[in-house]
């Protein structure tokens, strides 16, 4: 065949695709880790800044949506980036998750029933134990070995875990009816983290026999979640590639499916179509492709897809490098409400989204 056969037919088969609305990712430049290291350290300093963050015993809360992204993302972002070391705002925040971890029965929780209304004392606790524990543990992955203020830590968080009721196994967790990261269904949201706390513990510690009943507990749990939304099994199945034993293979199997089904034409997903989620202030939810969907379906594919979901792995690779933003950030929206730009809650999201992206896309 000639050249120009070639050409030509490669031209047809590209027009064919988006004519159907299958339109093929744009190559764009690559993905930046220095500009998305910079952008999270940049909205951590924010969050240390704002007063809404404080709390008692001179320290500040951690946050699912901002803390907690940083956390993740830096270790694989030093890396790749050069950056040669923690931020004073880093180190300032581990700082005070040991000195909560170790105060723990004096410490305020972050939001006390007398302020808020029960049960948020107990929400807060669950919040504040798994959180902490992923923390540290993430810290001492790094580092590579398991320090004793993570050990109590994981201490205080098998303290607050359910005994009984459906929670059993899992978490209580903040519920501001705010998706979908304080809401009825985000048990299933902390009790992945506390999968990805276990299993990020150096020096064997997953497989203590301590502690294999409080585990066994937490598996069970997550296997609750298996007939929730395609988002909550999204969630669970990431737990499941780092901690095990808690997706059968033919789940595993349906789930990809799903995901894989539910790319958009561009090469990323809507949060929306995830869930059955309204915005309480009436807004209609954007349907276009979410920075937040993208990079935690991305991150699951690339933990759990194995080779059957590896097209799909890379068209959503190549949206969220061809989204990041100069500042670094992979921009998503709140599926709450209609927030405009420069609200204190705008980039949230965003946030959320740039730390899952980089670890989707780390090398």
């Known amino acids: 065949m000639s050249r120009w056969l070639l050409l030509s037919s490669a031209f047809l088969l590209t027009a064919a695709l988006v004519t159907r609305g299958e339109a093929l990712p744009a190559r764009k430049p690559g993905w930046n880790a220095t500009a998305a290291a910079a952008y999270l350290d940049s909205r951590l300093s924010w969050w240390r800044q704002w007063p809404k963050s404080e709390r008692d015993h001179g320290n500040r809360c951690v946050s699912c949506h901002t803390s907690l992204p940083h956390v993740l993302a830096m270790p694989s972002l030093r890396g790749a980036s050069g950056k040669p070391s923690q931020s004073i705002d880093e180190m300032a925040m581990i700082d005070d998750v040991v000195k909560r971890v170790y105060l723990w029965d ?4 972050f939001y006390p029933d007398q302020t808020r209304g029960v049960p948020k004392s107990a929400e807060s606790r669950g919040v504040e134990a798994v959180l902490n524990a ?96 395609l988002y909550s099994r999204t969630l669970i199945l990431w737990a499941d590639s780092q901690l095990h034993g808690i997706v059968e293979p033919e789940q595993r199997t349906k789930i990809l499916s799903e995901l894989v089904a539910r790319q958009q034409a561009n090469g990323g997903w809507s949060l929306p179509s995830l869930s059955t989620w309204q915005r309480i202030d009436g807004s209609p939810l954007p349907q276009d492709s979410d920075g937040y969907a993208t990079a935690i379906i991305a991150l699951v594919l690339r933990e759990a897809g194995g080779s059957t979901s590896g097209k799909a792995l890379e068209r959503a690779q190549l949206w969220l490098s061809g989204h990041q933003g100069k500042d670094g950030a992979i921009p998503a929206k709140s599926i709450n409400k209609d927030r405009q730009p420069g609200t204190d809650a705008y980039l949230f999201m965003t946030d959320e989204a740039t730390g899952m992206a980089a670890l989707a896309l780390r090398k």
Not at 106 to 109: G, K, Q, S, T, Y
Not at 173 to 197: H, K, V
């Open 134 to 229: 992923l923390i540290l543990s993430t810290s001492d992955q790094e580092r590579g070995h398991l320090g004793p203020d993570t050990r109590q830590a994981f201490a205080n968080m098998w303290g607050v875990q359910m005994k009984t009721g459906d929670q059993k196994g899992g978490f209580t967790w903040l519920n501001f009816r705010l998706e979908p990261f304080e809401s009825p269904s985000a048990t299933y949201w902390g009790a992945t983290l506390a999968a990805l706390a276990i299993a990020r513990a150096p020096d064997g510690y997953a497989a203590d026999p301590s502690i294999a009943p409080q585990v066994d507990a937490l598996r069970a749990y997550l296997k609750t979640g298996i007939s929730g939304s």
């Open 106 to 109: 004096e410490v305020e929780p």
